[in-house]
């Protein structure tokens, strides 16, 4: 069930995401455009006219995700990430990805959902280009979608702190990435080796 008390109430979560995903995409934009790029179903051929942080609101408004859905969503998109290096996210996929990590996070996540024929007119693709997307991505987190509490709380803290700083985007010397994602399993044996 949805958490937001209105339709025109946006979650802060919605204005941090758009603006952190708007600078990811907008330098790897710049940083890649003199190297190769697979080509992937979430590439489209230009880049989509509606802005990011308007593109989050009509999702927001029409498919009825709670908060914590676009928060899980965002976890979903750096794993992919960080699994498939070849694809970054840039101003030519970032909408298509976004989409289809909403819905996956919804079905996870929320009680109720939409079908893919749903959120495939709230995206503004095909019902069949939905279903392509979402398999795609599924083997792309290698359907690893638990995300636990702990981490959970780590993405929100790192999306107020990075929202709170919002620095102009310079040109960094490497791509943006969305979060320097860290292995649960890997975290949790640094704890135990810190307390032997």
Same mark, same amino acid.
């Given at each position: 069930?949805? +958490?937001? +008390?209105?339709?025109?109430?946006? /979650?802060?979560?919605?204005?941090?995401?758009?603006?952190?995903?708007?600078?990811?995409?907008?330098? #790897?934009?710049? #940083?890649?455009?003199?190297?190769?790029?697979? !080509?992937?179903?979430?590439?489209?051929?230009?880049?989509?006219? !509606?802005?990011?942080?308007?593109?989050?609101?009509?999702?927001?408004?029409?498919? #009825?995700?709670?908060?914590?859905?676009?928060?899980?969503?965002?976890?979903?998109?750096?794993?992919?990430?960080?699994?498939?290096?070849?694809?970054? !996210?840039?101003?030519?996929?970032?909408?298509?990805?976004? !989409?289809?990590?909403?819905?996956?996070?919804?079905?996870?996540?929320?009680?109720? &959902?939409?079908?893919?024929? &749903?959120?495939?007119?709230?995206?503004?693709?095909?019902?069949?280009?939905?279903?392509?997307? +979402?398999?795609?991505?599924?083997?792309?987190?290698?359907?690893?979608?638990?995300?636990?509490?702990?981490?959970?709380?780590?993405?929100?803290?790192?999306?107020?702190?990075?929202?709170?700083?919002?620095? /102009?985007? #310079?040109? /960094?010397?490497?791509?943006?990435?969305?979060? &320097?994602?860290?292995? +649960?399993?890997?975290?949790?044996?640094?704890?135990?080796?810190?307390?032997?």
């Amino acid at each position: 069930m949805a +958490e937001h +008390e209105s339709p025109e109430v946006m /979650p802060r979560v919605i204005s941090f995401l758009s603006c952190l995903l708007e600078r990811v995409a907008e330098s #790897n934009d710049l #940083n890649r455009r003199f190297e190769p790029n697979k !080509i992937s179903v979430f590439h489209g051929l230009t880049r989509p006219t !509606i802005s990011l942080e308007s593109y989050l609101q009509r999702i927001f408004k029409y498919a #009825n995700c709670s908060s914590s859905c676009f928060v899980v969503a965002y976890v979903y998109l750096d794993r992919f990430t960080q699994r498939q290096p070849l694809l970054p !996210i840039t101003s030519f996929n970032v909408h298509r990805l976004l !989409i289809t990590s909403v819905l996956v996070s919804a079905k996870f996540m929320d009680d109720k &959902y939409y079908n893919n024929a &749903y959120y495939a007119k709230v995206g503004g693709i095909s019902t069949t280009e939905m279903n392509l997307l +979402e398999v795609d991505f599924l083997f792309g987190l290698s359907f690893e979608l638990n995300v636990t509490p702990s981490t959970f709380h780590t993405y929100c803290s790192y999306l107020q702190k990075e929202m709170m700083l919002q620095l /102009p985007l #310079n040109v /960094p010397a490497r791509p943006l990435k969305l979060h &320097y994602c860290f292995n +649960e399993d890997e975290s949790a044996h640094q704890k135990q080796l810190a307390a032997v």
